[in-house]
T-cell receptor, first 114, second 117 residues
Framework: AQSVSQHNHHVILSEAASLELGCNYS??????LFWYVQYPGQHLQLLLK??????LVKGIKGFEAEFIKSKFSFNLRKPSVQWSDTAEYFC????????????FGQGTELSVKP | GAVVSQHPSRVICKSGTSVKIECRSL??????MFWYRQFPKQSLMLMAT?????????EQGVEKDKFLINHASLTLSTLTVTSAHPEDSSFYIC?????????????FGPGTRLTVL
């Protein structure tokens, strides 16, 4: 069965530190890839997405992600985090063969210390 | 951007009663809506996919007679939890997609916290 794995359950960083959150998926066909963020008490918001084209995708708030097909990975990065980036981050994948259903990773809780 | 609302945001009910949750796409027409359940500190679990005007497709292990889904229009889907029990207490989230689900982005509602006493 298709699955999405996020390597880190909880990441703690100081402000200005660089961030990289890992995401790997198991499906080998055509996929679309997403990163969503859930700030405390708020709903999921789309950070960025990859459908095709340039594998380096830039999203909102300075985030970017790189799709590496050979590694089945879609890691999220930010060069310098801020306290306001404290949130839960979810990687998600959908594929054409499953009616576009989103499969979510377990989520990574990011805590940024001021 | 695309906005999805849910109502109510929070509901507390007695065991055995039914609860209806509404999901609306406010500024776009949603061909497909999805219903998820999220447990504390866990990821989202897809419950069902609904397309406007047709029956919902439920994920394995989700009871369709307990979780009734209606997608009567391109802007509204409802989830009714029938004969709710304490184990149904959870955070229910809907999402909406503007066109055919393949290759499109889902926009999420703010969620509904259901507590069954």
């Amino acid at each position: 069965a298709q699955s999405v794995s996020q390597h880190n359950h909880h990441v703690i960083l100081s402000e200005a530190a660089s961030l990289e959150l890992g995401c790997n998926y198991s499906y080998g066909g055509t996929v679309n890839l997403f990163w969503y963020v859930q700030y405390p008490g708020q709903h999921l918001q789309l950070l960025l997405k990859y459908f095709s084209g340039d594998p380096l995708v830039k999203g909102i708030k300075g985030f970017e992600a790189e799709f590496i097909k050979s590694k089945f990975s879609f890691n999220l990065r930010k060069p310098s985090v801020q306290w306001s980036d404290t949130a839960e981050y979810f990687c998600a994948v959908n594929n054409y063969n499953q009616g576009g259903k989103l499969i979510f990773g377990q989520g990574t809780e990011l805590s940024v210390k001021p | 951007g695309a906005v999805v609302s849910q109502h109510p945001s929070r509901v507390i009910c007695k065991s055995g009663t039914s609860v209806k949750i509404e999901c609306r796409s406010l500024d776009f027409q949603a061909t497909t809506m999805f219903w998820y359940r999220q447990f504390p500190k866990q990821s989202l679990m897809l419950m069902a996919t609904s397309n406007e005007g047709s029956k919902a497709t439920y994920e394995q292990g989700v009871e369709k007679d307990k979780f009734l889904i209606n997608h009567a229009s391109l802007t509204l889907s409802t989830l009714t939890v029938t004969s709710a029990h304490p184990e149904d207490s959870s955070f229910y989230i809907c999402s909406a997609s503007a066109s055919a689900p393949q290759g499109d982005t889902q926009y999420f509602g703010p969620g509904t916290r259901l507590t069954v006493l």
